[in-house]
């Protein structure tokens, strides 16, 4: 009998499985090993780059050169800012000015005149000058004369009232004041024909009463003949007034110390002012005051002045004024080469008695003697001529060495002095002439000072 084996029926066959990516379905196994194309595939038509949608758009993300790029109509480099100076509001006010209608300006009648300096640029104006005309027929130009003034800076925007006190010509007739700002033209502005201003008026002919000054004579006590004055010496000096017009003046006058020319109106660095009572028309008086000549050495013009504010209305200035030279001589004293002697030893102690030597040099133009001679412990900085700290002296010694020439140096010692009571350091100041007595041009230059230990 034959029997079957079941082994010869079997046959051992090797694989290997895999998920294979099927178009349609994706499955790798269709029953629940699948991979859903709904969700897990890369979908070309949803994850793709599409080139409609994610690129960048040449339409909507380029830099559009209509809003984007650099306008040149708004954002091109503005210009550089700059000042613009504009004269205005130009205006004369008279001091004393005829009432009666109509209303007039008088000739040498003083006046106000007034105007605006506006900045209407766009940066501040450095300092710069103006120039103002009482009369002038044509426009003003660049360095054209004129009285000359200095002006301050303006900041964008900013005005500033300019005021001139001025006098009127002497003569009737029409007239034109003009100003002028930046009269040299140096200032870089918007405009520069806004910075001048013209105003014309009418000086009539004198209405009604009107008053003169003249000064009729001067005299000086003691007279300059007879010799220099020394610096700042009081003089006595008496002018003859006469108001040779119709009207009632006031006669103040002012004397200069030193003016070789005639002072303009309200010029200042008067020596002395006197008055007398108002004048009626055709009246005179005398005034007499003290006046301080100069303080430097050599020629001088003392100048007298009536009405040197320019207040009063008048026919003619040029009778105001009269004047007489003079001359300022004088020592001027310089102290150096001071030297402590201790008459104790070689160092000075506690108490002691020491000597100071001096030498004094006349550096002025006329022989003198040094007065007394001062020492201080209430000075710490040079004092000037009369000050109250020279009034209390530490100790106080007349020269004894006599005149001393111009040129001349003299050195002298000065003894007495005692050293303080207790030990430290000290400044000891020593002043020539130190009453002043006569003034010199350089007082500074008379003190000396040290410092010495105990």
């Known amino acids: 009998m ?42 070309p038509s949803t994850n793709t ?3 409609g949608t994610n690129t960048t758009n040449p339409g909507t993300n380029t830099t559009n050169p209509g809003t984007n790029t650099t306008n040149p109509s708004t954002n091109t480099t503005a210009p550089t800012p700059t000042a613009n100076l504009v004269v205005s509001g130009l205006a004369i006010v008279a001091i004393t000015p005829y009432l009666g209608p109509p209303f007039e300006l008088l000739a040498t009648d003083s006046v106000f005149v007034n105007f605006n300096i506006t900045n209407n640029g766009s940066a501040a104006s450095p300092v710069t000058t103006k120039a103002f005309w009482i009369e002038k027929a044509t426009a003003p130009t660049c360095n054209d004369g004129g009285t000359v003034l200095p002006v301050a800076p303006l900041a964008p925007g900013e005005s500033r009232t300019e005021s001139l006190f001025q006098r009127l010509p002497g003569a ?13 033209c140096t200032v870089n502005e918007v405009s520069e024909t806004d910075n001048i201003a013209s105003l014309p008026y009418l000086i009539s002919a004198t209405i009604g009463p009107i008053a003169n000054l003249a000064l009729t004579s001067l005299v000086l006590s003691p007279s300059p003949s007879s010799g220099a004055f020394t610096p700042g010496q009081l003089v006595n000096v008496t002018v003859g007034v006469l108001n040779n017009g119709t009207a009632l003046i006031n006669s103040a006058v002012a004397a200069f110390s030193d003016s070789p020319d005639a002072p303009p109106c309200r010029e200042p660095g008067r020596a002395a002012v006197a008055a007398s009572a108002a004048l009626p028309g055709g009246s005179s008086a005398n005034i007499t005051f003290a006046v301080p000549v100069s303080l430097s050495f050599g020629a001088k013009t003392l100048r007298l002045v009536l009405d040197a504010d320019c207040l009063e209305v008048e026919s003619t200035r040029a009778d105001n004024f009269a004047s007489v030279s003079y001359n300022v001589a004088g020592p001027d004293f310089v102290v150096s080469n001071l030297q402590v002697i201790s008459l104790g030893g070689p160092v000075l102690q506690v108490g002691t008695i020491f000597s100071v030597n001096a030498t004094i040099t006349n550096v002025g133009t006329a022989a003198g003697d040094p007065g007394l001679f001062g020492a201080f412990t209430t000075i710490s900085s040079p004092a000037a001529c009369g000050d109250a700290r020279l009034n209390s002296p530490l100790s106080s010694y007349p020269w004894s060495a006599g005149s001393i020439a111009p040129g001349a140096s003299v050195t002298a010692q000065f003894t007495g002095f005692r050293a303080e009571a207790v030990p430290g350091k000290y400044v000891l100041w020593f002043v020539v002439n130190y009453l002043c ?18």
């Open 437 to 454: 007595q006569p003034q010199e041009p350089n007082f500074v230059d008379n003190q000396l000072n040290f410092t010495y230990t105990i």
């Open 2 to 43: 034959h029997v079957k084996s079941d082994a010869n029926d079997q046959l051992a066959v090797t694989y290997t499985v895999v998920a294979a990516t099927v178009p349609g379905t994706n499955t790798t196994d269709t029953g629940t090993n699948t991979t859903n194309p709904g969700t897990n595939t890369t979908n």
């Open 49 to 51: 780059t599409n080139p």
């Open 172 to 184: 009737p007739g029409l007239y034109t004041f003009r100003v002028m700002v930046d009269n040299t």
